[in-house]
């Protein structure tokens, strides 16, 4: 159980184009989502908090209107990341905290590796 | 806000050694620990974690230590394997809060 997939898993796109990420928890309801991001053999940097039917709490630093995440419902979680530039590229994660074994447990999905040219 | 910090950034041990890999919090409402290993190009997978009311947990050749005092928790590998080698993130959070994640270990295990 707690199985949290991720949609693409990996994307290249053309600078000032805008890319969706999907994150989906598959076997258990999702109250809250987490967003982050991962430069190489770096840390994950925590970007926003979603929690369904909300608005997204952003950490400081980044941008609420380039990286659009949107917890619609308590399965699906989207981030958009808006007219993306080659500064954007990096391996971003997601992971889902619900009703699974434990509420405090977080569940991370494969990552989406982003490569904007 | 919460802190966390970890040590070594690398480690290597021989196969069949033990492994330690120490970090520390700030915020001493903290009080879920968890622990994260995560292979090249591959999601975080939970391993252990520990809440504030336990002292130590194990589970195989995995144990994970927490003195509230001292605010640091240990994670420990006995009779490490090729397999084990990966990145080890430790995490501190305050119940269903945020979790802030330690910059992470790689551990390097030779055969």
């Known amino acids: 159980g707690a199985v949290v997939s991720q949609h693409p898993s990996w994307v290249i796109c053309k600078s000032g184009t805008s890319v969706k990420i999907e994150c989906r928890s598959l076997d258990f309801q999702a109250t809250t989502m987490f967003w982050y991001r991962q430069f190489p053999k770096q840390s994950l940097m925590l970007m926003a908090t979603s929690n369904e039917g909300s608005k997204a709490t952003y950490e400081q630093g980044v941008e609420k209107d380039k990286f659009l995440i949107n917890h619609a419902s308590l399965t699906l979680s989207t981030l958009t990341v808006t007219s993306a530039h080659p500064e954007d590229s990096s391996f971003y994660i997601c992971?889902?905290?619900?009703?699974?074994?434990?509420?405090?447990?977080?569940?991370f999905g494969p990552g989406t590796r982003l490569l904007v040219l | 806000g919460e802190n966390v910090e970890q040590h070594p950034s690398t480690l290597s041990v021989q196969e069949g050694d033990s492994a330690v890999i120490k970090c520390t919090y700030s915020d001493s409402a903290s009080n879920y620990f968890p622990w994260y290993k995560q292979e090249l190009g591959k999601r975080p997978q939970l391993i252990i974690d520990?809440?504030?009311?336990?002292g130590e947990k194990k589970d195989q050749r995995i144990a994970v230590t927490l003195n509230k005092t001292a605010k640091h928790f240990s994670l420990h590998i006995t009779e490490t394997q090729p397999e084990d080698s990966a990145v080890y993130f430790c995490a501190a959070s305050t119940g269903y809060q945020k979790v802030t994640f330690g910059i992470g270990t790689k551990l390097q295990v030779i055969p």
């Open positions: 520990i809440r504030s009311n336990v």
């Open positions: 992971s889902a905290r619900g009703l699974a074994s434990a509420l405090e447990t977080q569940y």
